[in-house]
C-alpha cells in the first residue's frame, strides 16, 4: 500500500534518517538540525495563513504503512517553485508508481499556489533520476552548474513549465513545412530584408535564392500556414557532416516546426543553429528538444540584438 501525507510534528526522526540517504559534500553538516530546521520551517508554513515566511511543504511517502521517502518544495518567488529533496530509502529507490504520487502531490500544492515553473538540480552522476524528471515528467535539462568547483561536482538544472506548449512542440496541425519554390519568392524576398539579416539587400536576397537552385549544397525550406501563406523559411548550408541553419520567421511555431522536420532530411549530421533574439518560446522548444547553447554573440548582426549558436547530432533521417 503506497501513501503520500505532509509532514507533521512528530517527523523529526523520519526525515532525520531519509536525509541519511543523501549524499552530502561535506563532512561536518549536523543531519539532524538541518532535519529540524527543514520540519520547523514547514511547520510554520502550515500555519502561517498571512504569507509572512516562505511557502513551502514536505511530503512523505509511505509503503505498508513504513516512511519511505520525502519531497521538499518551496515559494522562490515569482510564480518558481524549487524542489530541494527528493529522497527514498535505498531498498524502494525504483519503485516509480510511489517516486510518481510523491512527485505529483508536491507539483499539485505548486499549482495551486499559481506556479509558473518547478525546478530542481540533480547530480549529473545521478543519470536515474535525471532519466526519471527529464523522460518520465516533462522536466526539461536546461543546463549544468559547477555546485562545488573545488571538487568538480556538477549539477544538472531541469524545470517543468505549467504553462501548455503543445502548440510549440506538435506544431504541425496549423504549419507544414516544404523545399521553396518559386511561388514563394516575393514573400521570401520582403522576409529576407525583414529579417535579422536586415543587410541585405533586394539583390543580394535575390542572390541567396539563386545560390539554392545552384549549389546543391544550399538549400531554402519554408513554412506555411493551412492558408499557404508565408510564415518562415530555413536557409541550410551543408558543410559535410555539418549543416548550418540560418531560421527567418514571423512565428515561434514556424521556428519549431522547421527545426523538428529538419532532420528529415539529412543523415548522421552535425547541425549548428544560428538563432537571433530567440523568443522564450524558441529557447523552450530548443532545450526540449535536445539543442546545446555553445556560443553567445552580442552584436554580431545588429548592435542591439544577441545571436545565439546552438548545436544538435541527428544520428539518423527522422521522419514525421
Known amino acids: 500500500m503506497e501513501d503520500v501525507r505532509l509532514a507533521n510534528v512528530g517527523d523529526l526522526k523520519v526525515i532525520t534518517n531519509l536525509m541519511k540517504e543523501k549524499i552530502y559534500l561535506r563532512t561536518d553538516i549536523d543531519i539532524k538540525a538541518m532535519a529540524a530546521k527543514y520540519l520547523q520551517n514547514h511547520l510554520l508554513s502550515c500555519n502561517d495563513d498571512a504569507g509572512l515566511i516562505q511557502r513551502q511543504r514536505i511530503f512523505i511517502a509511505h509503503f505498508n504503512e513504513n516512511p519511505v521517502g520525502m519531497i521538499r518544495i518551496a515559494d522562490e518567488k ?6 530541494s529533496d527528493f529522497i527514498l530509502a535505498y531498498e524502494h529507490r525504483d519503485a516509480v508508481s510511489l517516486k510518481d504520487k510523491l512527485l505529483k502531490i508536491a507539483e499539485q500544492w505548486a499549482i495551486d499556489l499559481g506556479a509558473r515553473n518547478i525546478f530542481i538540480q540533480i547530480s549529473k552522476e545521478n543519470d536515474k533520476e535525471i532519466e526519471f524528471f527529464n523522460l518520465y515528467n516533462d522536466y526539461i535539462i ?3 552548474v559547477d555546485a562545488v568547483p573545488e571538487i568538480s561536482w556538477k549539477e544538472v538544472i531541469l524545470y517543468k513549465l505549467l504553462k501548455n506548449f503543445e502548440k510549440i512542440f506538435n506544431p504541425f496541425d496549423e504549419i507544414s513545412v516544404c523545399s521553396f519554390s518559386d511561388n ?3 514573400e521570401t524576398i520582403r522576409l529576407l530584408n525583414n529579417s535579422s539579416f536586415s543587410f541585405l539587400s533586394n539583390k543580394e536576397a535575390a542572390r541567396l535564392i539563386e545560390e539554392c ?3 546543391k549544397n544550399i538549400k531554402i525550406y519554408i513554412a506555411v500556414d493551412n492558408q499557404k501563406a508565408l510564415l518562415g523559411l530555413l536557409v541550410a548550408e551543408n558543410h559535410g557532416n555539418c549543416v548550418k541553419l540560418y531560421p527567418i520567421t514571423t512565428t515561434s511555431q514556424a521556428t519549431s516546426a522547421l527545426l523538428i522536420k529538419i532532420p528529415s532530411f539529412f543523415e548522421n549530421h552535425r547541425f549548428l543553429l544560428y538563432s537571433t533574439d530567440p523568443s522564450t518560446d524558441e529557447v523552450i522548444f530548443l532545450q526540449k528538444f535536445g539543442w546545446h ?5 552580442p552584436g554580431i548582426n545588429h548592435d542591439a540584438l544577441i545571436s545565439y549558436i546552438w548545436s544538435y547530432y541527428c544520428p539518423k533521417a527522422v521522419v514525421y
Open 78 to 83: 515569482a510564480g518558481n517553485f524549487r524542489i
Open 142 to 144: 536546461s543546463g549544468e
Open 184 to 186: 514563394y519568392y516575393l
Open 213 to 215: 537552385y545552384q549549389d
Open 293 to 297: 547553447l555553445d556560443s553567445v554573440l
